[in-house]
Structure formats: C-alpha cells, structure tokens
C-alpha cells in the first residue's frame, strides 16, 4: 500500500469550508432552476430541496462523526472497508466515483452553455448532433481546454486548487446576494401559484436530482489528510457546509419562482439570469449572474477532480484498482495519475453534448444513494463494533441518526426504481449505471486475478 503520510496538510478552515460549499453549488443553480420550478412549481421545488436537504444533514451528521473519527483519504472506502470488508466497501465506493465523475463531466458541458449566454458567437460551426441536439467546436473546444487547465492545478497540488476554490465561491456568494436582494425586492408572490407543478408528484421529480445537486460535502472525507484542521472541525465544517447550499438553492428557486410565472419559463434559456436581469433592469445584473454561473462550475469541477482522484487513488492503494493509480507526484505529493484518469472524462463529455446533462444528474443521484446508504450502514456497525474508537466529533448519542439516515438514504433510492412516478429513464440513465457496474465488475475481477498469479 502507498505510504499515506505522502499527503501534505495544508488546507486551513476556510479552504475547507470553501472547498465543500464550491462543490455542492455549481452551474445547476443557473441551468436547472427553470426546469426545477416547472416540474414542481415554486413551493413544490423548495420542497424537495427542504426535504432533500435535511437528508443530507443526517447523512452529513454521519459523514461527520465517521470523517473526525477516520480522517483518512479515501473516505468512505475506509469506513465501509473498517465496517463490512472489501465487497461492500467496493460497491460503495464505485459506485460514489460515479457519482463524482458524472459531475466533472456534467461541468465541462455545462461550461459551454453558460458562456453561451454572454459570447453566442463562441458557438462555432456544429460538428454533429447528439438525440437531435447539436455538438458545436466553439463549446467543445473550451471544454476540453479548460479540463485540461484543471487537470494541470490539481496536479501541481491541493494548495493551489484550494486558493482558486476560495477565489471563485466569492464570486458565488456576490451573486448570490445580488440576486436575492434583487428578486425579494421586486418580484410578485402571486407568480408562486400554483404552488405544485402540473403534476401532483413532479415535486418527486425534483427530489430525484436533489442528492446530486447537494453532491460536495463528502469531498472533504476524500481530502482529510490533506486538511490541517482538529479532527472535530472537520465534522463541523462538513454539517455547516449542507446547510449553506440549502439555503442557497432554496433562495434561487423562491427567486426565479417570484420573478415569472410557471408557464414562462420554458421559453427562458436561462431563468436564473434573466429574474435577476428583470429584477434590476437590466442585462448586467444577468451578466453577474452568468459569471457567479461560471464561478459555480469551476468550484464544483475543481472540487470534483479532488474528491474523485483521491476515491480512485484509496481504490488503487486498497489493491482493488490498478496500482499505477496509487502513484503520489514526487513533487507535489499529488496522486497525479488519478488526477489525470478522473480529468479525462471532463476531456471526453463535450464531445457528447447536452442531451446528457440530466441524464447524468440522475445516474449520479442514484449511485450516490447507494453510496451513502453503505457510509449510514458503517455508521452504525461501527458504533457497536468499535464503541471505543474516539469519536472527537459524535453525532448525537445513540444511534437514531444513524438509523434516521440509512432510512432516508433507502427511501431516496425507492425513487429511482421502476414503479417510481420518478424512475430512471431508458437508455441513458439504467445504461449509465449498468455501463458503470460492468466497468466495476471486470476491474474487480481483473485486480483479483492480479492478487492470485502474485500469490502463485
């Protein structure tokens, strides 16, 4: 196994807090608010990520205790690992690389839609088209450039990374401000009616993205080595960061929802920006918008490559993914090679385009679930297996939140099964998953074999 004490702790309260709350807010809040308050309407959508959101809380609470207690790379795989062996703990972890790798990809598409907005011109000529949407050189160009500039700070080291993540989730927290201030101040209550979407269960169909959308807090599990914090901060930071980007959607959504009413939002390309734009008068405030857009991406894509690369780096270092990946920059004390792996489907996604933006919000979700019904389940094993491991932050004595997770986390996943008004969609959402858990299997099977001819 690597030696761990490669990792360099250099990431101080602010750079955490930065780092998770970056990634939990990304490009969503500008691309999906729209389609978010259409399905559900205004309260319904608020709803869902009400509801959604205190899931998380018990969910972090839990990642809270297990990270202060643990503070390893890799996270999840150590607990479920320390909990269960290796069959869960790989389930587990695959399948929240998936959720973290559909988020990286998710960002470099997204890119490009949201400097469409304020360079149309950069579109270029569409190369070819994707389930009747159309992929265009300007978009792709700057996707793959851009994830290649990403690569190469996350490379370099965490440090460099955290200071960008501090830098940009500024400008997210300035538009944020100004949007609110702006909409709460000028909008029409009247616009939240109907409170629920055309469908009395589309609220559920926003709960489904929820868990994605909230997807950031357990970045930092992954970083924990990395963090110069005391181990009970770290639980604090990681609960404080959930309630953050709760609030945070939340406002976005009563926002848009004041602005219009549901039935016009459709032909609005961007809802988020175009409320603050009619909010203040003026195609500024929209502009700001876009950039606190932008902003959101690269605090969630940067935030993504470090949670990613260090799940992938735990694999390859518990034996279970090539061992090449386990490889720390000599350097930098990076795991450089994991880095570059997790990166490369930001490299690839443009090429594939928009139609799969929801697509993989959806996949993600579900892998997510799955990853955090095994972290509520280790959660609890540990309590009675290893009752005097210190716990330097303890979430709550007993173990109902535990309990309360685990049944929040299942009750999540029941939504995207078939017989769900919220299932998965055919093709792209089940092929996601399945493409991803045959990926899994014949890795796992090939690291096994490896282990055997070693033995031989």
């Not at 559900?40 to 009400?50: E, H, I, K, R």
């Not at 175009?274 to 894509?301: K, P």
């Not at 005097?388 to 939504?415: D, H, N, Q, V």
């Amino acid at each position: 196994m690597t030696d761990l004490a490669r990792f360099r702790r250099v990431l101080g309260r602010r750079d955490t807090l930065a780092l998770a709350v970056g990634a939990i807010i990304g490009w969503s809040w500008v691309l999906l608010t729209g389609r978010w308050v259409s399905m559900g309407g205004a309260v319904g959508a608020m709803l869902a990520f009400a509801i959604g959101g205190v899931a998380m809380i018990f969910i972090g609470l839990v990642y809270a205790e297990l990270a202060a207690a643990l503070p390893k790379a890799g996270g999840e795989h150590v607990y479920s690992l320390r909990a269960f062996g290796p069959g869960i703990a790989f389930l587990c972890t695959w399948a929240l690389l998936l959720a973290y790798v559909t988020v990286v990809a998710f960002e470099a598409i997204a890119l490009g839609t949201a400097l469409d907005y304020l360079l149309p011109q950069l579109r270029g000529p569409e190369l070819w088209s994707v389930a009747g949407v159309g992929v265009h050189a300007g978009w792709t160009a700057v996707g793959i450039a851009v994830a290649i500039a990403m690569i190469a700070v996350n490379v370099i080291g965490v440090r460099p990374a955290a200071v960008l993540q501090t830098i940009v989730t500024g400008v997210i927290v300035v538009s944020g401000l100004l949007f609110a201030t702006g909409t709460f101040a000028s909008g029409d209550p009247a616009n939240l009616e109907p409170w629920f979407g055309p469908a009395a269960t589309g609220w559920l169909t926003v709960l489904i993205m929820v868990p994605t959308i909230y997807v950031g807090f357990d970045v930092i599990p992954q970083a924990a080595e990395e963090i110069a914090l005391p181990a009970r901060e770290i639980g604090i930071v990681i609960v404080a960061s959930v309630v953050l980007a709760m609030l945070f959607y939340v406002t976005m959504i009563l926002g848009v929802g004041l602005m219009f009413p549901r039935e016009a939002l459709p032909g609005l390309a961007l809802p988020t920006a175009d409320a603050a734009g009619a909010a203040w008068g003026g195609r500024w405030a929209a502009t700001i918008m876009i950039l606190g857009g932008i902003a959101g991406v690269l605090t969630s894509w940067n935030a993504f490559i470090v949670g990613a690369s260090r799940v992938l780096w735990s694999l390859a270092s518990h034996g279970v993914a090539p061992a090449w990946l386990a490889d720390l920059h000599p350097r930098y004390g990076t795991p450089w090679k994991a880095v570059i792996a997790v990166g490369a489907f930001a490299c690839v996604s443009p090429l594939v385009g928009r139609t799969i933006l929801i697509a993989l919000i959806n996949a993600g979700s579900f892998a997510l679930i799955i990853a955090y019904a095994v972290v509520a389940a280790s959660f609890l094993r540990l309590r009675r297996a290893e009752p005097s491991l210190p716990r330097p932050f303890r979430a709550g004595e007993g173990e109902w939140i535990g309990w309360t997770a685990l049944a929040l986390a299942l009750a999540l996943g029941l939504l995207y099964l078939p017989g769900s008004p919220a299932a998965l969609a055919w093709p792209w959402e089940w092929g996601i998953c399945l493409a991803w858990l045959a990926i899994g299997i014949a890795l796992n099977w090939s690291q096994v074999r490896i282990r055997i001819r070693a033995r031989n």
